[in-house]
């Protein structure tokens, strides 16, 4: 079992930048692909960003259109860690955020179908 725990939520002013960071437990973690979705209230949880697992040093990362260009995925696997930069952040980013993994490293990473979830970390950004 994985769980996944994460942290660096918060207030910020728009224009401001977060980090999150997602810390997993387990020996497997570089075997997963990792993801990023976030929920605001009132609406469906959507897709964020993805990073997937690599054999080697190679990793590719995917984004919603709405992200593209302001955040960045990246993982840390000697720290079993995967992380979200946030730039430019706007209002409309305001969302609870949840970390997600995979096993099947193929198929769609923008499908909310992952095999593990954390619970979740609010940023909030004010205009």
């Known amino acids: 079992q994985v769980q996944l725990v994460e942290s660096g939520g918060g207030l910020v002013q728009a224009g401001g930048s977060l980090t999150l960071s997602c810390a997993a437990s387990?020996?497997?973690?570089?075997?997963?692909?990792m993801g990023w979705f976030r929920q605001a209230p009132g609406k469906e949880r959507e897709f964020v960003a993805a990073?997937?697992?690599?054999?080697?040093?190679?990793?590719?990362?995917y984004y919603a259109d709405s992200v593209k260009g302001r955040f960045t995925i990246s993982r840390h696997n000697a720290k079993n860690t995967v992380y979200l930069q946030m730039n430019s952040l706007k209002p409309e980013d305001t969302a609870v955020y949840y970390c997600a993994g995979r096993i099947d490293g193929s198929g769609d990473y923008s499908d909310p179908d992952y095999d593990y979830w954390g619970q979740g970390t609010q940023v909030t950004v004010s205009s």
């Open positions: 990073i997937s697992w690599s054999a080697g040093s190679a990793y590719y990362a």
């Open positions: 387990g020996r497997t973690f570089s075997t997963y692909a």
